[in-house]
C-alpha cells in the first residue's frame, strides 16, 4: 500500500485535506503514505491551490498509458536494454518525476521545470531545442519559453552547436551558482526598493516602518546568500584541488 499507486478516492481524500487547510504531515498520516508521496503528487498535479481529484488521477492515468505505449514501441531485450550505463529505465522515468515535482515546488512552471531535468539527467548535460521537444514529446514553442525562463534565472546557459547553425542548452557544475547569484541580486533589489520606499512614505508613518522593516529583511537575505555561495566556492574548490587516496591494497 505504501508504495503502490495513489487511488481515486485518496486522490480525493488529499483534495479535501488541502481546501480543508490540513498539513502534508496531516493528509499524509490519514492516508498511510510517506509525505513525500504526498508533496509529489500535489507538486505534479498543480499545486495546493490547483489541485483536483479528477484532473490528477487523469493525468497519471495518460502519463501510465503513454509509458506503456513508448515501451511497446521500443523494442528491448533486457529491462535496461539501450543505457549505455546500464540504468534501469522506470527507475530513471521515477526520478524525472520527482526531480520535476520537486522543481515545481520551488515555484518553476511545470514545462520549465521539465526542461531543466532533462537537461540534468543527460549524460551530456546539452540539448538542442528540437532534442528537448522529442524527449519531452512537445512543441517547440513550449520549448523555447521554458528556455527563456531558464536563462533568465542563470540556471542553464546557451552554447552554439559547433558547424551547426543550431543552439544547444547546457547545464553544468557552476549552474546552481548562477542562479542563486541571481537570487541573492534580486533580494539586494529589493532590499533597495524597499529601503527608498521607505523614505518617500516616511520612516515613522506605519507604511514606512512596514516597507524599512522589508528592506532590512531583504537587505540581510541577500548579502548572507552572497556569501554562503562564495564560501561553497572557496570549499569546493579546496575539495577538489585535494588528491583522493587510492584504497589500501593488501601489504606485499
Known amino acids: 500500500m505504501p508504495g503502490g499507486r495513489l487511488t481515486h478516492d485518496e486522490r480525493s481524500e488529499i483534495a479535501a485535506g488541502l481546501r480543508d487547510g490540513?498539513?502534508?504531515?496531516?493528509?499524509a498520516g490519514r492516508l498511510g503514505r510517506p509525505?513525500?508521496?504526498v508533496?509529489?503528487?500535489?507538486?505534479?498535479?498543480?499545486?495546493?491551490?490547483?489541485?483536483?481529484?479528477?484532473?490528477?488521477?487523469r493525468a497519471t492515468t495518460s502519463r501510465a498509458r503513454r509509458r506503456k505505449q513508448s515501451a511497446a514501441a521500443t523494442p528491448a531485450t533486457s529491462p535496461t536494454a539501450g543505457d549505455a550505463h546500464g540504468r534501469d529505465p522506470e527507475a530513471v522515468r521515477e526520478l524525472e518525476e520527482q526531480f520535476t515535482a520537486m522543481m515545481v515546488g520551488t515555484g518553476l512552471p511545470r514545462m520549465t521545470a521539465r526542461v531543466l531535468t532533462c537537461l540534468y539527467v543527460t549524460d551530456g548535460g546539452s540539448l538542442t531545442a528540437t532534442e528537448l521537444a522529442r524527449r519531452l514529446q512537445v512543441s517547440p514553442a513550449s520549448v523555447s519559453k521554458a528556455v527563456g525562463e531558464l536563462e533568465q534565472q542563470e540556471l542553464i546557459r546557451r552554447e552554439r552547436d559547433t558547424g551547426r547553425r543550431r543552439?544547444?542548452?547546457?547545464?553544468?557544475?557552476?549552474?546552481?551558482?548562477r542562479g542563486w547569484m541571481a537570487s541573492a541580486r534580486q533580494n539586494t533589489m529589493l532590499a533597495d526598493f524597499a529601503l527608498r520606499s521607505a523614505r518617500v512614505l516616511g520612516p515613522a508613518t506605519p507604511a514606512g516602518t512596514r516597507m524599512q522593516d522589508i528592506g532590512h529583511f531583504f537587505e540581510h537575505v541577500g548579502r548572507t546568500m552572497i556569501q554562503a555561495a562564495e564560501q561553497w566556492r572557496q570549499d569546493d574548490a579546496a575539495r577538489r584541488s585535494t588528491p583522493t587516496e587510492p584504497p589500501a591494497g593488501p601489504r606485499p
Do not use: C, K, Q
Open 22 to 27: 490540513l498539513s502534508y504531515t496531516d493528509i
Open 39 to 57: 508533496t509529489r503528487e500535489v507538486a505534479r498535479n498543480g499545486g495546493p491551490a490547483a489541485y483536483r481529484a479528477d484532473a490528477a488521477h
Open 167 to 177: 543552439d544547444r542548452y547546457v547545464i553544468d557544475a557552476d549552474a546552481w551558482f
Open 35 to 37: 509525505i513525500s508521496t
